[in-house]
C-alpha cells in the first residue's frame, strides 16, 4: 500500500513539473532594442537593455505590458516590443523588426521600406536633404536618467 501512495505522489509530482513547464512562454524581442522596466510604464526606471531577437520568458500580462524574465530580471516590457510566437518570420529593418505580411503592426509599419537603398535615391533626387543630419540624430541617445530628471524637475504626469 505504501509503495502505491509513493508511486502516485511520484507521477502526481511529475505531472504538475510537466504542466508548469509547459505554461512557461517565451517570446522574442522585436525591436532594435528596448529595456525591461522597473514596472508597467514607458519612462520607469530601465532594469535591462534587451535587443532584436533576445528570448524573455512572459510571466504575467497586465494590459498592453508583459511582465518578463530576462537573464534572471523580472520587469516589464510593452506588447509592441515583443513577439510571442517564436514561429512568425522576423526580418531586421532600419528602425526594428518586420514581421511576415499578416503579422504586421503599427510599429513595424512604421519603419518598413526606408533603408540605406531608399535613403540614397531620396539623396539623388534631393540633394538639398541633409540626410546626415537624419542619421546622427536617429543614432543618439538620451539616458534614462536624464529623462527621469527631466520629469520630475517639469512636474509632468502620465496617465495610468
Known amino acids: 500500500m505504501k509503495q502505491l501512495y509513493l508511486f502516485t505522489g511520484i507521477f502526481i509530482l511529475c505531472v504538475l513539473s510537466i504542466s508548469a513547464w509547459a505554461a512557461i512562454q517565451t517570446a522574442l524581442i522585436s525591436t532594435k532594442e528596448n529595456h525591461i522596466r522597473e514596472y508597467n510604464r ?27 524574465k530576462f537573464n534572471e530580471v523580472e520587469g516589464w ?18 528602425l526594428g523588426a518586420e514581421m511576415a505580411p499578416e503579422e504586421e503592426d503599427e510599429v513595424t509599419l512604421a519603419g518598413k521600406g526606408f533603408n540605406p537603398e ?27 536618467a536624464e529623462v527621469q530628471a527631466f520629469i520630475k524637475e517639469g512636474g509632468l504626469n502620465f496617465p495610468q
Open 42 to 68: 514607458f519612462y520607469a526606471p530601465s532594469l535591462v537593455k534587451v535587443y532584436f531577437e533576445d528570448e524573455v520568458e512572459v510571466i504575467s500580462q497586465d494590459g498592453d505590458w508583459f511582465k518578463v
Open 118 to 144: 531608399v535613403e540614397y535615391a531620396l539623396s539623388q533626387e534631393n540633394p538639398e536633404l541633409n540626410f546626415a543630419k537624419v542619421d546622427e540624430i536617429t543614432s543618439s541617445e538620451v539616458d534614462l
Open 77 to 94: 516590457i510593452h506588447k509592441s516590443a515583443i513577439v510571442k510566437n517564436k514561429k512568425q518570420e522576423l526580418r531586421p529593418v532600419l
